[in-house]
């Protein structure tokens, strides 16, 4: 059994990132080009036009930077190494793509075939996006390139370090994608945490961690918005939803009935039907049943009480009717 490097859960057998990891990283490589933009265009403005507050008031003598000097780095040349420890600083999106878009084009194995018949397996040159070399040409190589990086352990270091990115690239423009609560609980867990979030294939327990695609969402929503129909509309206590937990975990069931009146300190309990088809009316203390029920002794004579049915036919908590 495959294992997702990201969450350690099952994934189908050769595979190292489960369905709801791969749509992850599919969604921030489809995100990163427009964030880079967004860097862009709110951060390296023109000298000529200052962001309102820049100017005055500081009390400084020296001039402020006129750009963020993260967003310098981020968007800046330089050079990532990817399997390398040092992950942790600012690093330039497009040096960090190119990286990991060369470091799969390395990897990627290119077979061919000698005039012999035999097959070599080699590092295939032509994988490297030579003409790509924008951030938004190194993110549609790599999520082309997804499923290969899929079937090996080291997609988890590409989950890290993209989401890291991600994240410190949202800091700086505050734009995140909305998420999207689902009105079905999990189909695995019954947690009520199914969430779609813009960008992303599928919809995603953030209970458990199962994933759906819309088709599989679609079809189980239908199914329980069926069921729960079904069930409120009809009228059996034990069918509807429950009104409390404390109702859910009492199993005893409830019967009305009725004091028909008091003979010495017990009441004369009878079914609450028509006379004719009455039983024998049944004693209890009416002390008991007046204190349960929270009313005077005096008072029961011709009330209507609920009481639960016991095992053995025996009536218990009376409440007023
Ligand atoms: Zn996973
Ligand atoms: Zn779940």
């Known amino acids: 059994m495959s294992m997702c490097a990201i969450c350690r859960r099952a994934t189908e057998a050769g595979l190292h990132a489960c369905p709801r990891h791969t749509a992850e990283l599919r969604a921030w490589l489809a995100e990163l080009p427009g964030q880079a933009r967004l860097l862009e265009a709110e951060f390296l403005a023109p000298a000529s036009a200052p962001a309102q507050g820049r100017i005055g008031g500081t009390g400084r003598a020296t001039a402020p930077v006129p750009v963020d000097l993260r967003v310098v780095t981020l968007l800046g040349p330089g050079h990532a190494d990817v399997l390398g420890a040092d992950d942790d600083g600012t690093v330039p999106i497009r040096a960090w793509l190119g990286a990991w878009a060369g470091y799969l084009a390395y990897t990627y194995p290119a077979v061919t075939r000698d005039p012999y018949g035999t097959a070599h397996v080699q590092p295939c040159d032509q994988a490297w996006p030579r003409h790509h070399e924008t951030i938004t040409g190194y993110c549609v190589w790599l999520t082309r390139y997804l499923p290969y990086a899929a079937a090996h352990p080291w997609v988890g270091d590409l989950h890290r370090q993209l989401e890291a990115l991600i994240d410190r690239v949202r800091d700086l423009t505050h734009a995140v994608p909305h998420r999207h609560p689902q009105g079905a609980p999990c189909p695995r867990c019954q947690a009520f945490a199914l969430v779609a979030v813009d960008g992303q294939l599928g919809i995603t327990c953030d209970s458990c961690g199962h994933h759906l695609d819309i088709d599989t969402y679609a079809a189980h929503a239908e199914a329980f918005l069926h069921t729960h129909q079904t069930t409120a509309g009809d009228a059996t ?19 009305t009935v009725r004091v028909l009146l008091l003979l010495g300190d017990q009441a004369e309990i009878v079914a609450d039907v028509p ?4 039983a024998e009316p049944v004693r209890y203390p009416a002390a008991d049943v007046a204190a349960a029920a929270g009313v005077p002794v005096a008072d029961l004579p011709g009330r209507r009480l609920t009481a639960e049915v016991g095992d053995d036919d025996q009536l218990s908590g009376w409440r007023v009717a």
């Open 237 to 255: 206590p034990a069918a509807a939803p429950p009104h409390t937990a404390h109702e859910r975990t009492n199993p005893m069931p409830r019967v």
């Open 275 to 278: 006379p004719a088809e009455r």
